[in-house]
């Protein structure tokens, strides 16, 4: 019997992602495999039924989960779908298993393997499996994009008959592939871009864009081309530094993520943010956040989401950064 392949339509508030896009399911289905989609997961996507071809629906989720040999997901499924797997069933998608004991506990109990696909190792053999990679050149750049809809400016440089518009300046707080993006879409869009990155190896990426890349005399260089966590000391250091580019920005666009180990970045974030009131300022970020704090009005917050699911709150040293040079500013 061919294997069965089931996507579910995502529940989780704001996710317009689907599992599997109708090119995909047309390849599984030439492999062999039978691709079982709940009517209308693809519908946020701009995916309708129809551009799925070879394909079987079902009206509910209750005949995806029952008959799925292999469940491909976005977010983590619910600790009840994994109940109702079948022994032996597979699951993949971002799960974020530190973070969701209930659902291991299911998936463990219930006798269903599961893969974490944020998990998977960042090495040359599996590229081909890099599921975080897309979503983060995404993030950076719709970030951007949206950051620069927001602003009450321009982002290039304009020269008219009543004068010289200024550029707008953007600073873009990590380097990875959503920050490098987002460096790339303000520069395109004709802003004066800055960076900043604990990774001391991201500088010379940064310059390659045609971005200045700020020096806070802070490296954190860790494993597997990741960042460690800072000492109370190297973050006030950084602080100080960033306070000043803050201060000085017009966009602000932040791609700092959740640990995969699972801990929690520190919960200051929101607090800090009820404390802005300078209207104009843009705080775009490609992190996923499950609040954006009491904003006074006048003020803006974007908030992208990546492929990670929500967090508690960014680091600490982004939002108190924010919080008082903004003040300064005022």
Same mark, same amino acid.
């Given at each position: ?9 995502? +529940? ?23 691709? &079982?989609?709940?009517? !209308? ?21 209750? !005949?995806?989960?029952?008959? $799925? ?15 109702? &797997? ?9 799960? @974020? ?11 463990? %109990?219930?006798?269903? +393997? /599961?893969?974490?696909?944020? &998990?998977v190792p960042r090495i040359s053999r599996a590229q081909s499996m890099d599921a975080l990679s897309s979503q983060a050149a995404v993030a950076g750049y719709k970030a951007v994009l949206i950051g620069a809809a927001a602003l009450d400016k321009f982002f290039p440089m304009l020269t008219t008959a009543a004068g010289t518009i200024?550029?707008?300046?953007? &600073? ?6 959503? !920050?490098?993006?987002?460096?790339? *879409? ?13 990774? @001391? ?6 310059? =390659? ?5 700020? %020096? +806070?005399?802070? +490296?954190?260089?860790? *494993? !597997? ?8 000391? %190297? ?19 932040? *791609?700092? =993520?959740?640990?995969?180990?699972? =801990?929690?970045?520190?919960? /200051?974030? #929101?607090? $800090?943010? /009820?404390?802005?009131?300078? #209207?104009?300022?843009?705080? =775009? ?5 499950? @609040?954006t704090g009491g904003l006074r009005p006048g003020t803006w917050a974007v908030v992208m989401t990546t492929s990670m699911p929500p967090i508690a709150s960014l680091s600490s040293a982004c939002w108190a950064a924010r919080s008082s040079a903004v003040s300064s500013r005022a």
């Amino acid at each position: 019997m061919p294997v069965t392949i089931g996507v579910l339509k995502e +529940t989780v508030r704001g996710e317009n992602r689907v599992a599997i896009v109708p090119e995909v399911a047309s390849r599984l289905a030439a492999l062999g495999a039978k691709v &079982l989609l709940e009517r !209308g997961a693809g519908a946020a996507a701009r995916f309708p039924d129809a551009q799925y071809k070879d394909v079987a629906f079902a009206d509910g989720a209750d !005949g995806v989960i029952a008959a $799925a040999d292999l469940l491909f997901t976005v977010q983590p499924p619910d600790a009840a779908v994994a109940a109702r &797997l079948k022994p032996g069933a597979v699951v993949a998608g971002f799960l @974020s298993p530190h973070n969701q004991a209930p659902l291991v506990r299911a998936l463990r %109990e219930h006798k269903v +393997t /599961s893969f974490a696909m944020e &998990l998977v190792p960042r090495i040359s053999r599996a590229q081909s499996m890099d599921a975080l990679s897309s979503q983060a050149a995404v993030a950076g750049y719709k970030a951007v994009l949206i950051g620069a809809a927001a602003l009450d400016k321009f982002f290039p440089m304009l020269t008219t008959a009543a004068g010289t518009i200024r550029p707008a300046t953007v &600073l873009v707080i990590g380097a990875g592939v959503a !920050g490098l993006q987002a460096i790339a *879409t303000a520069k395109r869009l004709g802003a004066v871009v800055e960076a900043y990155d604990v990774r @001391s190896a991201t500088r010379e990426q940064v310059k =390659s864009l045609g971005a200045k890349f700020v %020096e +806070t005399g802070v +490296t954190a260089e860790g *494993t !597997g081309g990741y960042a460690r966590e800072l000492t109370a000391e %190297e973050k006030a250091k950084q602080q100080e530094v960033l306070d000043a580019r803050i201060a000085a920005a017009d966009c602000v666009v932040t *791609t700092v =993520s959740p640990a995969f180990d699972g =801990s929690q970045l520190p919960p /200051s974030g #929101p607090a $800090a943010m /009820s404390t802005i009131t300078e #209207p104009g300022f843009i705080f =775009s970020t490609a992190a996923a956040v499950t @609040s954006t704090g009491g904003l006074r009005p006048g003020t803006w917050a974007v908030v992208m989401t990546t492929s990670m699911p929500p967090i508690a709150s960014l680091s600490s040293a982004c939002w108190a950064a924010r919080s008082s040079a903004v003040s300064s500013r005022a």
